[in-house]
């Protein structure tokens, strides 16, 4: 097990790089540029959480929704399918550019910076080659981007997409069931419609949408998801992603995350080769 020096990252990533390392659970890398995709991939979330913000983009329930049809059908539902023929780089980067033309949720709005993050990442060649067929709509999301969630918020760092439940949200409203936010900190998260704001500021605005003389609290809900980057780095890096063993994060036991690779189970180490 190779130990790293923590003045190799700055910033962000080396606060995020901290923080892993001082956990409980230890974490395993194929290599240090592996490691330091993921650093890269998560302050682009927060980049592209920012954009968003700044955007302009509207919050809107799915009825609602609206988006720029030069490069979006509108469907149904309220989802934005990419038209075909146009390329899903420049379809994603329109909503940062003209997010006055755009109005979704909050877990469209979530799946949006996903995306940016990604595409930022990974470049526009390796996007438009693995995510053509874009539908931003709820939770639907690309296979390519192979979302994990694990069943607790206290293993979360900076650009893991978190939860505020609302249990008892006014039907009439079920948009604000709940506020998938961004966290960029501690205590500071961004919800689309809220902005970046800590949980206190989040309940306080949940709270004030609940059905009359309700005395539940809106809360933090006990997971928190985020892209699979070691595969997306194997994309990046231009590998052939069949060989890929997916990893499933099921449960945290005893302050442990167990993770399923192949048909084995394993405690995920933080194995760092330097090259």
């Not at 900076?158 to 079920?174: A, E, Q, R, V």
């Not at 005893?254 to 080769?273: E, P, Y």
Request: glycine share 6%; hydrophobic share 40%.
């Amino acid at each position: 097990m190779n130990s790293i020096d923590p003045s190799l990252f700055s910033g962000m990533e080396r606060a995020i790089f901290m923080r892993k390392d001082q956990s409980p659970i230890v974490y395993r890398y194929e290599s240090l540029t592996q490691l330091r995709f993921e650093l890269n991939l998560r302050i682009k979330i927060l980049e592209a959480a920012n954009g968003l913000l700044r955007s302009k983009a509207a919050f809107a329930s799915f009825k609602k929704s609206r988006c720029n049809t030069i490069f979006w059908n509108l469907t149904a539902y309220g989802g934005f399918a990419l038209k075909r023929g146009d390329l899903p780089s420049t379809a994603i980067r329109d909503i940062f550019t003209n997010g006055a033309l755009y109005a979704f949720e909050c877990s469209t709005a979530m799946v949006i910076v996903l995306y940016k993050a990604v595409l930022d990442s990974i470049g526009e060649y390796r996007f438009n080659q693995y995510f053509a067929d874009l539908l931003l709509w709820y939770w639907v999301l690309d296979k390519d981007l192979r979302y994990i969630t694990i069943n607790s918020s206290r293993e979360s760092y900076p650009g893991d997409i978190l939860y505020f439940n609302n249990p008892d949200f006014i039907p009439d409203t079920p948009e604000w069931r709940g506020e998938n936010v961004v966290k960029f900190d501690e205590n500071l998260y961004y919800g689309h419609g809220i902005g970046i704001t800590n949980a206190e500021g989040i309940i306080a605005v949940l709270n004030k949408i609940r059905k009359p003389n309700s005395t539940r609290s809106a809360y933090l809900l006990e997971q928190a998801s985020y892209p699979d980057f070691k595969y997306l780095f194997h994309i990046a890096a231009g590998r052939s992603s069949d060989h890929y063993v997916y990893e499933s994060v099921q449960q945290f036991n005893r302050n442990l995350i167990t993770a399923k690779i192949g048909l084995s189970r394993q405690i995920r180490v933080f194995d760092i080769c330097n090259h």
